[in-house]
């Protein structure tokens, strides 16, 4: 009998709204709808293109998270990772001045700093867990201690400045941009384009996925097991390094602060999109809704003022759970 009622429980499922692929849509267009009735400047220009200027930093992040949290690993230095970088960044770009003096090769070489500070961290975070086999938990949870006590030594405990000069010159890559997008928002969306056709349409997403699902069947389908879970840490180092790029030239400086909590906005923007947390299933767009989400409930609590713009950890922190929960539930439901 069972087997009898199978293809019509099938056939329901074809039809049946999937809520795990709509929910976060959904949640997302009612923030919308709950913003623009709750201030009528929430949709403004100004406003709409700050929201999303500022998430471009976790958003390029949260791309590279996906395929972590897909191949079935996790990195909490990311945060430290970016200040680290940035900091280093503005080091290389002072230390250039007076050899290159302010101009556009001065700008191009900080950013290739950026990009191989981001590179090498990633590797060094991919080799110890491809290649030592240490837990993805412990290496980036020792290395984000690590990454957090250099740039506050390399400040002196203080904040590093960009030069004045070069920072001017550096402004227009985080407050100017093209027909009226700031620069910030197109490489985002250029980031989640690519990764989604990466994710989607390439060999390396298929393999992400059947690392996350099972390690031990990846490796019977002859899966490089050690080289994809490795590419996935360089991966996000480089987009670690990206976004700093993009972040430096908003403040000109770096900190002991910078970053912080920048993982768990990635993670959670991750996990909000319907990526699995265990791997095995990734979503990039989801990924972009869960960054949007995440950065509109922060807006709309410093412009409604409801609850204190304080508490957004704490409301991030309920989503994750909550976010957590659904999928165990809609596991389980698969399972019936």
């Known amino acids: 009998m ?29 923030l919308v709808a709950l913003g623009a009735w709750l201030n009528p400047n929430f949709l403004s220009y100004g406003n709409v293109t700050n929201v999303l200027a500022r998430s ?26 970016a200040a680290f970088v940035a900091g280093t960044m503005i080091l290389a770009m002072n230390a250039l001045v007076p050899v290159m003096g302010v101009g556009v090769p001065l700008v191009l070489a900080g950013m290739a700093v950026a990009l191989l500070t981001g590179f090498a961290a990633g590797v060094v975070n991919g080799a110890l867990i491809a290649k030592v086999r240490i837990e993805a938990f412990i290496v980036t949870l020792g290395s984000m201690g690590i990454y957090r006590s250099l740039v506050t030594w390399l400040a002196d405990g203080g904040t590093l400045s960009l030069d004045s000069a070069a920072r001017t010159l550096y402004r227009p890559v985080y ?25 989607r349409r390439t060999a390396f997403g298929r393999h992400c996925a059947a690392l996350g699902a099972s390690e ?17 840490f360089v991966l996000l ?19 002991g602060s910078t970053g912080v909590l920048w993982e768990l906005e990635a993670i959670a923007a991750v996990i909000i999109g319907g990526t699995v947390l265990k791997g095995g299933f990734g979503r990039v767009w989801g990924t972009v809704v869960g960054v949007l989400i995440l950065s509109l409930i922060g807006n709309i609590l410093n412009l409604a003022s409801i609850v204190s713009p304080y508490l957004n950890g704490a409301i991030q922190g309920v989503i994750v759970i909550l976010a957590v929960v659904l999928q165990r539930d809609s596991k389980a439901t698969s399972r019936r």
């Open 175 to 199: 407050y100017d941009g093209l027909f009226g997008v700031a620069w910030p928002i197109i490489v985002f969306a250029l980031v989640a384009i690519i990764g989604e056709v990466l994710m």
């Open 2 to 30: 069972s087997e009898a009622a199978s293809p019509g429980r099938v056939q329901a499922r074809r039809h049946s709204i999937n809520l795990h692929v709509l929910g976060p849509i959904l949640a997302l267009v009612l």
């Open 216 to 232: 031990q069947v990846a490796r019977y389908s002859a899966v490089n097991v050690d080289r994809v879970r490795m590419a996935t």
């Open 56 to 81: 471009a930093f976790i958003g390029i992040i949260a791309v590279g998270m996906t395929f972590v949290i897909t191949a079935g690993g996790i990195d909490l230095s990311v945060g430290a990772m």
């Open 237 to 255: 180092g480089v987009l670690v390094g990206i976004a700093t790029i993009m972040y430096v030239p908003r403040l000109g400086s770096a900190s």
